[in-house]
């Protein structure tokens, strides 16, 4: 053993570092020291003698010494001597006999204890267990090492979810396969050498220690938990055992870990019948014992542990019976179903239970017990009962309670919105067993609720309107047809409807029931088809001080676009009320002045759905064109008006905080009259509805913004959005405007600015074709320019932002120009200087060789097979047949010859695709003269064979394209080898 003595090695100026209030340059000390140790062959031996010694009784010290430790067993087990390995051993062995530990030392030496046992346990230390019990014997400071050992093995041997660190998931996993050979003979080995003794072990722990050292029990119970999944079940579950754990069940400390292990014990797999026997005779002890007499005052932390046990034995209990059912069983599956059943009154006071962990506990156990009852052929008497009783249970648990809060929610609240939502997929499952059933309970509660809702409690009216709501999907209909077909559910929905629109419950005074009231008058809104005399009194709802001007911001927000869904549901219902509702929403539709102090009653957002519904009720009102123009007009000129004034201010404006301000209420509202637009339809376009107007004159106040030389941003993004808009909606009237928005568009920009306008301008070729032919003529260059220069400035080399945005750019680039070429304009590019030709001619050819991005190389290959079609022909553009022989022809074969070429990849597959549809096209348009210029020259030239050669040409002048395509990706396949 090459040990020195420990004052003469260790670095005591480093383990000074170790302290967490040292100071920066000793912890650093310390970590140099960490590493040196790490990776010297032998200097970790002192960390060994330290502990096995105690020589420290500094913590942080013996935690460095071990952690050094783990490192040499984890990393360089196999490269230390035998000496050395025995030297570990000894040293842990030692160590074990000192005096207690502080907690995360002993899990930290469990740890190393659990890695040296699984390098070792199957060559070198066999007796591992033997000798740590012998130790270790009924030692309390032992039997803790001893546990927190064995779990940690659990962790490394048998727990899949353990989250390693990176280093040692590359180390432990990254032969999968030789793991888990690994860790099943360390299973089956133990399964034979020692597992009845360590079971043993932990028999004597639970007994001996469950009244001096309850921490102790606890912790072996939580290992015959994680152990019993995977060894002999007939080792824990018999009389001796579960009576013990039982017992145990009575005892406070105990008891929460007790329930646990059982879980664990239940949840094992095996023989259907044998485990309905297990769970049958578990449940009786539990039963004699009391434990099913639910008592509300109960410790809720340890009836949230039982209400999960019950869960467990409940759904091993619907397991069995599924398996014997399937199988045929009809004698054991009966008993197995006689057995669920008794659990269910159990399981009803779980679930009814005021705390909502042990209720939630329960849900999985309920949901599984009705998918049983829905497969049965009829039910009994008492299983009908059963389904009324879950399902007033899920109804009360349905209710908020009054320590909820709405206007702060936090944790809490987010566990009972998630909670809800269990209960709602009880609720769809209980409407699949017993639709006339549920539909009949909810209607009695909401009908009971609604005659009294003014001295009704909130957390009432909102669960009776909830369930009406819940209703919509537990009971679905084709396309919310829930008002037709089926009668009974028909009638009955729309009796509860008509009740909720004309009672007055929208008038309650709480946040909670106002959303469920307008979030169910649109889940419903085909009833208003039915009956739509009601409309009138849920429009007032909407727009007064129960709906867009509710005291809640919460409340306006969401009605906001509850009201724009309603509206563009039953407009055709609503043309008595439009100047009405249009007058009412007027202050509701004002640009918000950011100086004025008060905060509006709307967020822009909220504002977005105001000016959509306003749209549509414009747009689709029985009125004649010219009323429509009148009414478009008084809801957007107040809006071009403030823009102008605002445009003016921003101008001026020198602080930067406030341009930010301005700038983004401008965006606003541009924003919103875009939004406008979205009611026009093809029946009701912007010029049948005389608004073509209207919306000219907001292109002539938005367009000035373009040239506003501060917030050019968020500005020329929005009235870009506003241009996309308006090609769809003004058509060729939009024309007059383009030319002087992209001059603006294309100064000083940057490279999200192009490509973000490149879209639109592509938008234009694509839509206008010829009649914007000379326009694009005019902006080609400029715009082909502006790109060269965005893309060749320099960026640092690990910008990976900056890298990312030049790609797309590129990407958007090679788009527009494949958009041109292929709208029937090649004269765009035809009638350019034959430099600049030349020069967006090798910007392809770079694109589609150089650029490692087999997106855009796909791109160039359709634009260069697209240009071959138009120009590669007798009467093609001067000089261009001496580009395809020089420039695209090589481009088809070293493209694909990249190393960066990956034949594996998708993408790349389909960038091969097109390089073989260009090669198609030069030999649709060159016939013999290209197979001659390959076979005599090109291919030579690679230095391919006369055979392969001879082949290829042979297979490319063969009509079939798809074996074309298959043959060049072998081509490249075997030139790559």
């Not at 085909?526 to 007032?540: N, T």
Request: include cysteine; hydrophobic fraction near 45%.
């Amino acid at each position: 053993m090459a040990c020195q003595s420990v004052a003469a090695v260790m670095d005591e100026q480093a383990l000074l570092g170790l302290n967490p209030n040292a100071d920066a340059r000793y912890r650093q000390r310390a970590m140099a020291y960490f590493e040196q140790l790490k990776e010297s062959q032998d200097a970790w031996e002192v960390c060994a003698e330290a502990l096995a010694k105690g020589i420290y009784n500094d913590d942080h010290v013996k935690f460095f010494c071990f952690q050094v430790l783990e490192h040499q067993i984890k990393y360089r087990h196999a490269g230390l001597s035998g000496s050395q390995q025995q030297l570990i051993r000894e040293t842990l062995m030692k160590w074990l006999q000192c005096q207690p530990e502080k907690p995360f030392i002993r899990n930290k030496a469990a740890q190393v204890f659990a890695l040296t046992f699984v390098m070792e346990y199957l060559t070198l230390w066999p007796k591992f267990f033997f000798d740590v019990l012998s130790l270790v014997g009924l030692n309390p400071h032992g039997v803790d090492v001893y546990l927190r050992t064995l779990m940690a093995i659990d962790a490394e041997v048998v727990d899949r979810d353990t989250m390693h660190s990176p280093e040692a998931r590359i180390l432990i996993y990254n032969s999968t396969f030789q793991d888990t050979r690994r860790n099943t003979m360390i299973k089956d080995t133990m399964r034979e050498q020692c597992i009845p003794s360590l079971v043993e072990s932990w028999f004597q722990i639970l007994q001996a220690y469950q009244q001096s050292h309850p921490e102790l029990t606890c912790q072996c119970l939580e290992v015959v938990g994680a152990y019993v999944s995977w060894i002999d079940l007939n080792l824990i579950a018999n009389d001796r055992f579960v009576n013990l754990l039982l017992s145990q069940m009575s005892v406070e400390e105990l008891r929460e870990e007790a329930c646990d292990c059982l879980f664990e014990i239940v949840n094992k797999g095996m023989d259907p019948v044998d485990k309905t026997k297990l769970v049958e005779s578990l449940c009786q002890v539990l039963q004699s014992a009391g434990f099913f007499n639910v008592n509300q005052e109960e410790d809720v932390d340890f009836l949230a542990k039982f209400s999960r046990l019950v869960n467990g034995m409940g759904q091993s209990l619907v397991l069995s019976w599924t398996k014997l059912a399937k199988a045929g069983n009809v004698k054991a599956a009966s008993d197995t179903l006689q057995a669920v059943e008794s659990k269910v009154p159990l399981l009803l006071q779980l679930l009814v239970h005021a705390d909502d962990d042990i209720s939630a506990n329960i849900v999985a156990f309920c949901y599984d017990y009705l998918h049983v009852l829905k497969q049965l052929p009829q039910l009994t008497d008492q299983q009908k009962a059963n389904i009324e009783a879950i399902m007033l249970a899920v109804m009360k648990k349905l209710t908020y309670d009054d320590e909820y809060n709405f206007d702060n929610e936090g944790e809490d609240e987010a566990m009972f919105v998630e909670y809800r939502k269990q209960l709602k997929m009880l609720l769809d499952r209980l409407a699949q067993v017993s639709p006339d059933l549920l539909l009949e309970a909810v209607r009695r509660i909401f009908n009971n609720t609604m005659q009294s809702w003014q001295t009704a409690t909130f957390m009432e009216v909102e669960v009776a309107i909830r369930l009406v709501y819940m209703l919509g999907e537990a009971l679905p209909a084709s396309h919310g047809a829930h008002f037709t077909g089926e009668t009974t559910k028909a009638s009955v929905l729309q009796e509860m409807m008509r009740t909720l629109v004309s009672c007055g419950v929208s008038g309650y005074q709480h946040t909670s029931v106002s959303l469920e009231f307008f979030e169910t008058v649109l889940r419903y809104e085909k009833f208003f088809l039915v009956e739509p005399h009601h409309i009138p009194i849920v429009l007032v709802a909407f727009l007064d001080q129960r709906g867009l001007r509710h005291s809640s911001p919460k409340v306006r927000s969401r009605v906001a676009y509850l009201f724009s869904r309603f509206v563009k549901t039953l407009h055709k219902h609503m043309n008595a009320f439009i100047e009405d509702i249009l007058r009412q929403i007027q202050d509701l539709l004002e640009l918000a002045p950011p100086e004025n102090g008060f905060p509006a009653l709307l967020t822009s957002d909220d504002q977005l759905f105001m000016f959509e519904t306003a749209g549509i009720l414009i747009v689709h009102g029985d009125g004649p064109a010219e009323r429509k123009q009148g009414l478009m007009r008084s809801l957007l000129g107040p809006l071009m008006e403030a823009f102008r004034l605002l445009l003016d201010k921003l101008s001026r404006e020198t602080e930067e905080e406030r341009q930010a301000v301005l700038g983004d209420c401008l965006s606003h509202a541009v924003g919103f009259a875009s939004r406008t637009s979205k009611a026009f339809s093809n029946k009701q376009t912007v010029k049948q509805c005389g608004c073509s107007e209207v919306y000219r004159d907001c292109l002539q106040t938005f367009l000035p913004a373009l040239g506003c030389p501060v917030q050019r941003g968020p500005l020329r993004s929005s009235v870009r959005s506003f241009l996309h808009r308006m090609i769809i909606c003004l058509e060729e009237e939009v024309l007059p405007f383009v030319p002087a928005a992209s001059e603006h568009m294309l100064k000083d920009c940057e490279a999200k600015d192009l490509q973000e306008f490149i879209p639109l301008i592509s938008q234009i070729a694509a839509k206008f074709k010829a009649q914007v032919s000379p326009f694009l003529q005019q902006v080609f260059m400029p715009l082909v320019v502006a790109i060269f220069e965005n893309l060749a400035r320099p960026a640092e080399e690990n910008d990976q932002t900056a890298a990312l945005e030049k790609q797309m750019l590129r990407r958007s680039y090679f788009t527009f120009i494949q958009t041109v070429v292929s709208s029937g304009m090649n004269e765009v590019m035809a009638n350019q200087d034959a430099e600049n030709i030349e020069r967006v001619l090798f910007t392809i050819i770079q694109g589609a060789v150089d650029f490692p991005d087999p997106i855009a190389q796909k791109t160039c290959f359709i634009i260069l097979s697209k240009l071959v079609e138009l120009w590669g022909g007798k009467d093609g553009m001067v000089g261009f047949l001496d580009f395809v022989y020089k420039h695209i022809v090589p481009a088809c074969f070293l493209a694909p010859l990249k190393p960066t070429f990956d034949l594996s990849d998708a993408q790349t597959v389909l960038t091969l695709s097109e390089c073989a549809l260009t090669l198609k096209m030069i030999h649709l348009k060159r016939g013999p003269e290209f197979i001659q210029f390959l076979q005599q020259d090109y291919l030579p030239s690679l230095q391919v064979t006369p055979e392969i050669t001879q082949e290829l040409c042979q297979i490319l002048e063969q009509p079939d394209v798809k074996v074309f395509k298959s043959y060049m990706k072998a081509f490249f396949q075997r030139a790559k080898l």
